[in-house]
């Protein structure tokens, strides 16, 4: 089945710094969508990229879907406390094919920011 | 909207008891998700339908688990008997076909955290 491989598992930064983190695949996806999980809550969608070679912000956060349709990179600008929690890559496929409407995760990255 | 809500939030029973967790998803979304995450596994999906049809069930881990959406705004996830093995959170997740949106994102309810003694 599809996989997304995510790196790095797990990042020590210092507050203020960047962080950069980013999933590669072996299967080709149509959409790239990186989400974050807080303790104690479920996965939240922070940007969405539906073309290949495109580049979104999102305030500090800037994602790239890569040329290959097959990876994709998040980084994080200037990095703060709340930006404490896991990230998930996730890939999916067209509606109309097989697996419809599905996202296939990455395995997260857990980030943690020292005051 | 409130959002996807899963209830319980926390639940606690013994091995070989049945478990039924609870899902509403955001109203009008036509898919719904079943995750369970883990330490050592991450975020496996076990289940998911479109329009209550089940359309991928091969995530389920065995047959002890079995996943129902009666109608458009509520589904469950059963698990008998439990094992600890099973001890882990699990979402629900809902996302919609309207183009209007981001499409193809998933809304995670906030998880039940479940642990099998």
């Known amino acids: 089945g599809q996989q997304l491989n995510q790196s790095p598992q797990s990042m020590f930064i210092q507050e203020g710094e960047d962080v950069s983190m980013n999933c590669t695949s072996s299967s080709i996806f149509n959409t790239w969508l990186w989400y974050k999980q807080e303790p104690g809550e479920g996965p939240v969608l922070l940007i969405a990229l539906y073309k290949a070679g495109e580049l979104t912000s999102n305030g500090r956060l800037t994602a790239q879907f890569g040329i290959t349709r097959k990876d994709s990179f998040l980084n994080i600008s200037a990095s703060i406390p709340s930006d404490v929690g896991i990230y998930f890559c996730a890939g999916a496929t067209p509606r109309g094919g097989t697996n419809a409407g599905k996202s296939t995760f990455g395995d997260g990255t857990t980030l943690t920011v020292k005051p | 909207d409130a959002g996807v809500i899963q209830s319980p939030r926390h639940e606690v029973t013994e091995m070989g008891q049945e478990v039924t967790l609870r899902c509403k998803p955001i109203s009008g979304h036509d898919y719904l998700f079943w995750y369970r995450q883990t330490m050592m596994r991450g975020l496996e999906l076990l289940i998911y339908?479109?329009?209550?049809?089940?359309?991928?069930d091969s995530g389920m881990p065995e047959d002890r688990f079995s996943a129902k959406m009666p109608n458009a705004s509520f589904s469950t996830l059963k698990i008998q008997p439990s094992e600890p093995r099973d001890s882990a959170v699990y979402f629900c997740a809902s996302s919609s076909d309207d183009r209007e949106g981001p499409t193809d994102t998933q809304y995670f309810g906030p998880g039940t955290r479940l642990t099998v003694l």
């Open positions: 339908f479109n329009n209550n049809v089940p359309i991928d």
